[in-house]
């Protein structure tokens, strides 16, 4: 569906973006993420057409952005983070223009009921729009982008200002429209992601650094072999004992001493279980283990990972 090869944009001397390739499928939901100036925008802003890219291309669904711009934006919808609302107009008014901006041949109040319905603002749709709640103006936002039945919808942090129920239902409508269309959540919110998205990609310093399922993430790494243990024993000599065990990457201490015990954060490489060597150590200082739990590795730390080792290879 948006086919992405070698492309780059500079500012001057900087990079942007630096020869980036990628493929969307129909029908995916995916997470684009990256801190912030990793350009993220910067590619949204090249697919939607707003902005040249200093090489390369990009085609949605067979068509060349740059050549037929008119075709490409007729596929495309997109929320920014700020939705562009006229907000002294009605909800229905606001609909209606951009309806007919966007030149469309639909049955307009057959077409704008349907949206009004689909995004649950049927009972604002009167209403002025600066008089509605941040959640509300969302949801006006992304009506906006999906009129027309877009084959692509893009939206840019659109869940930012929410409180946690107006999050909760954004959530469960970009799910609602990921049945029919081809989705990208451009977020800084990781959790966001997990919620919504089927696959990730991950650019950081205008570099592609990972490109997966979400559920896929953690096998990709390969490290998620760490666990949280309470030891009783002098912590600075526990810690520097537990790091000299083979294998052993890193050791934390994690949480608040309880009487003379410590929680730690041990982490470690490759397939051996380093549990019994663990246990044999602690044993012949006479430091007991009174709790061991193994810690799963979240999104946040493999965005932390993946964005922290492609910026050592630079």
Known sequence: MIEIKNLVRKFGDKYALDDISFTINKGE????????????STTMNIVTGYLAPTAGSVLVDGVDVFENPIAVKKKIGFLPEQPPLYIDMTVWEYLSFVFDLKCCTFNKKAHLGEICELVKIDDVKNRLIKNL?????????IAGAIIGNPEIIIFDEPTVGLDPKQII????????????????LSTHILSEVQAICDRIIIINDGKLVADEKTSKLNQQLGQNNRFRVKIAGPSKEVINLLKSIHSVTRVTQDGVRDGDAFNFI???SGAVDIRKMMFRALADKGWP??????VEITLEDL???LTNKEGDKQ
């Open 289 to 294: 283990i009174l709790a061991m739990e193994g």
């Open 133 to 141: 709640s941040k959640g509300y103006k969302q949801r006006v936002g």
């Open 303 to 305: 965005f932390i990972q």
């Open 266 to 268: 041990i982490e470690y």
């Open 169 to 184: 239902e954004v959530r469960n409508l970009l799910r609602s429209l990921g049945k029919n269309h081809t989705v990208i």
């Open 29 to 40: 939901i995916v997470g684009f993420l990256g801190p912030n100036g990793a350009g993220k």
